[in-house]
């Protein structure tokens, strides 16, 4: 089981770092931050399908064809952990090493964008205001990391949670084919 969620795990963190990396440098040279993040979420369920593979090939290859909710979740909760966090390395990398301006880009892209939808000027200064704070977290790794978390787990786990309603199996009497 370790090794098939090792697998998966890995093979999902490849996928979601090659694609993150490519968008945010496509995002960040063409400031282009909302179809970015669109692909970027499209991207991350993409390699959540190894959650689904990892599951079925436990439950059909490694267990007689059964498999418990609750241990489906588990492997699919342990993809999700090694791919986010694969995914949260590859950001501070990225980040810290080749795109440091990203925050003054994309606050500066969120203005333009509030000013286009016809903010007040007392709406700017909130918007204003709340991409300050968001760049002052910006300047801590621990907050990067828990913020980058943030974007990524909640995917994995509704994806696990799906694949294990899908696959739970208590069975394998309904398994003929």
Same mark, same amino acid.
């Given at each position: ?23 945010? *440098?496509?995002?960040?040279?063409? %400031? ?9 979420? /499209?991207?991350?369920? !993409? +390699? ?62 969120? *203005?333009?964008?509030?000013?286009? %939808? ?9 918007? /204003?205001?709340?991409? !300050? +704070? ?44």
């Amino acid at each position: 089981m370790k090794r098939n969620i090792l697998i998966c795990g890995l093979i999902s963190g490849i996928i979601v770092v090659i694609l993150m990396v490519y968008m945010s *440098m496509a995002c960040y040279k063409n %400031e282009d931050f909302e179809s970015s993040m669109v692909l970027g979420y /499209a991207s991350m369920i !993409l +390699s959540f399908s190894l959650i689904f593979v990892g599951i079925k090939n436990y439950r059909d290859k490694l267990n007689n064809g059964i498999v418990t909710f609750g241990k489906a979740f588990k492997i699919g909760l342990y993809i999700t952990l090694i791919a986010s966090t694969m995914y949260v390395l590859a950001w501070l990398v990225e980040y810290y090493l080749f795109i440091p301006d990203f925050m003054d880009k994309y606050t500066a892209h969120v *203005m333009r964008e509030a000013g286009r %939808e016809g903010a007040s000027q007392t709406e700017l200064n909130e918007k /204003a205001a709340e991409m !300050l +704070s968001y760049k002052e977290m910006y300047k801590s790794p621990i907050l990067v990391i828990l913020l980058t978390y943030s974007e990524i787990l909640p995917v994995g786990l509704i994806v696990s949670l799906i694949s294990a309603l899908i696959l739970k199996r208590k069975s394998n009497l309904g398994a003929a084919v």
